[in-house]
């Protein structure tokens, strides 16, 4: 039997063909129907099928009676009870805000709208954020600032007519890899298309451009300003598109006048030919009759990383390349749903239907939809401060779904504290061997890829209906289950009426229920259902009610007629904060450590490290650097280093990377219990974010490198 669903590793929301015998999932093929991927799959994707490993599933709640105890297998109707009673006590004595829910991009869609309406509807919080906060709430606060609205206005189509591809802080080829091959089917067809990337190191990515800016970390700004300054002398601005169809030009002008190409070259690190490779790379980006940019962690993973974003986007707007095909700016979604959560407000700063908790006529719009009397004005813990109020003892009960903090979030020695210091954790998860698993006092079991129902978004505003293939083991149940079988237990102990806020039965109502609230909203899918989404394959949005499903115009390229979702209906400039990294490096910490994906693994390995043939590419933690740098520490490739910064250290082993510049080392993010001393690249990082996005700068930390010295 084939089951239609989609990849659930990157972005790129490739479609799969789960192959099962009704019992066991036996294989996967990519859909050649999807139009992400017409059947193609990575490495990843196409051994999805060999993750699915039944000695490593949770399958039964597990509870402890104390700290210390071990757990013990319950029903879930203690389980439920128990975590219900331990919220409501933390709500009824210490308000709604000393509890907080930790969710994850990995969740369907109508897992993040219960978990929504749970939190902000019934609860009376807004102390619900998600992983998704550590991947695109930089891109989003950019196309918020600039274009008005929180959405990717390209497609994957437009890769194949475009004359100018600019990738900046992105590793497509290992981090999206069936996107990079129809970046690469582009090129192969029009030989004459240009490709810039901007990288620290030189990725499989920078291998292939026609023109490699290997821009020291954090100073990315310099590098699209300096751009602009050169479109500006040249000629290449679109004058009559900036006159009538955007604000604040003048400003941004007259910042990046004094951002020449030799200025940024010298801050950028760029060399002798530094100058010349962003007047080139101006040129190239002006004269194309298309461009357009794809950007991804790199600029988002940093202390000022919505800036990076409105920088970039700069480019776009100032030579009226946006809205036409082969253009515009386009943000990779790192997860393959970390825009359907956003749609339905998962996260502590949003609502359903891309509303903004700071308006008060939105909040009042939400509450009446949801049947409620208010949804709370006082802003959500973003992930990082959410983790800083647990260490100072001020979240009481913390629910975590899906996701594995103790691993990915910054600072690990201090966010293990932090859950240490939580009077009761919840964790809801598929694998009972994550690292955040041994800090839950309660464990319930999730179903999984295959096993649930539902919707994503991938990177391209397209929603998939996503099919259960098989039933979920032991007692593992769906995601949205869980939290409508908590809410229900939950609101007769706090006061509230939860059997008619979570009235649903099957994923199809909450989705129903979720369209619906999108009415004249940016995203507006009124017009979307299973039913259609069956009939007539994966959508992009906007999809009003009564659009035809042929007509893709408008859906497949967004600001088509120039006006944007703003409050002038204008696109807007914005002068950027000139910022550095937040940490500089010294004669302490004298090397720049960034971090990234590896090609065959996925976030924290909870999945792919269970695949034998996924460690065939790289089989181990290790930090990249350059010989030069291991030489002058008296160190080879293959020796056991110890890597120190002001947060953390770890032990891992070194090997030279021609990738590397000097005075820059690399470590895969992947890496946790897996690694020698069970911490990874998050040992290291700092949890230091971004004022606008509050996306904390895992992408970089400077650390110090020697020669471990084993017992
Ligand atoms: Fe999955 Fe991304 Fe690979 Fe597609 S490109 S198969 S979505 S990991």
Known sequence: MKTKATCPYCGVGCGVLIEHDGRRITGVAGDPEHPANFGRLCTKGATLHLSARPETRLLHPQLRAARGLPRQRVSWDIALATAAERFAAAINEHGPDSVAFYISGQLLTEDYYVFNKLVK????????????????????????????????????????????????????????????????????????????????????????????????????????????????????????????????????????????????????????RGAD?????????????????????????????????????????????????????????????????????????????????????????????????????????????????????????????????????????????????????????????????????LLLPAATWGEKEGTVTNSERRITHVHRALTPPGEARPDWRIVCDFARELGPRIGKDAARLFPYAAPSGIFAEHAASTAGRDLDITGLSYALLDAAGPQQWPFPKGVNVADAAGRDRLYADGRFPTADGRAHFVVPTQALTAERADARYPLHLTTGRLRDQWHGMSRTGKVARLYNHVDEARIEMHADDLALRGLKSGDLVHVKSRRGDVVLRAEASAEIRSGQAFIAMHWGGNSLNSAGANALTLRDFDPYSKQPELKHATVQVEKAVLP
């Open 277 to 441: 490779d962003i007047v080139t790379a101006a040129r190239w980006w002006g004269e194309a009759k298309a461009a357009m940019s794809l950007w991804c962690q790199g600029l988002n993973q940093s202390t000022h990383g919505t800036h990076n974003g409105t920088a970039l986007i700069a480019l776009s707007l100032a030579t009226g390349k946006i809205g036409k095909p082969g253009c515009g700016p386009f943000s990779l979604t790192g997860q393959p749903n970390a825009m359907g959560g956003r749609e339905v407000g998962g996260m502590a700063n949003l609502m359903s239907g891309h509303r903004d908790l700071a308006n008060p006529d939105e909040r009042a719009e939400v509450a009446r939809l949801w049947g409620v009397d208010s949804v709370p004005s006082t802003p959500g813990l973003t992930a990082i401060e959410l983790f800083d109020a647990a260490h100072d003892g001020k979240i009481k009960a913390l629910w975590i779904a899906c996701t594995n903090p103790a691993q990915s979030l910054p600072e690990q020695e201090r966010l293990r504290e932090a859950l240490a210091r939580c009077d009761f954790v919840v964790l809801q998860e598929a694998y009972h061997n994550t690292e955040t698993a041994p800090f839950a006092d």
């Open 121 to 272: 509807g019934l609860i009376g919080s807004n102390n619900i954020d998600s992983n998704s906060r550590l991947c695109m709430s930089s891109a989003v606060a950019a196309y918020k600032q600039t274009l008005g609205a929180d959405a990717p206005p390209c497609s994957y189509e437009d890769f194949a007519h475009t004359d100018c591809l600019l990738i900046a802080g992105a590793n497509p080829s290992y981090a999206h890899p069936v996107a990079f091959r129809r970046i690469e089917d582009a090129k192969a067809a029009r030989p004459q298309m240009k490709i810039i990337v901007v990288d620290p190191r030189r990725t499989d990515t920078a291998a292939t451009a026609d023109l490699h800016l290997a821009v020291l970390p954090g100073t990315d700004i310099w590098l699209y300003n300096a751009m602009l300054n050169v479109l500006l002398w040249e000629g290449h601005v679109d004058q009559a598109f900036v006159r009538e169809h955007t604000e604040g030009f003048a400003a941004l002008r007259d910042h990046v006048r004094d951002v020449t190409p030799a200025i940024a070259a010298e801050v950028c690190g760029l060399g002798k």
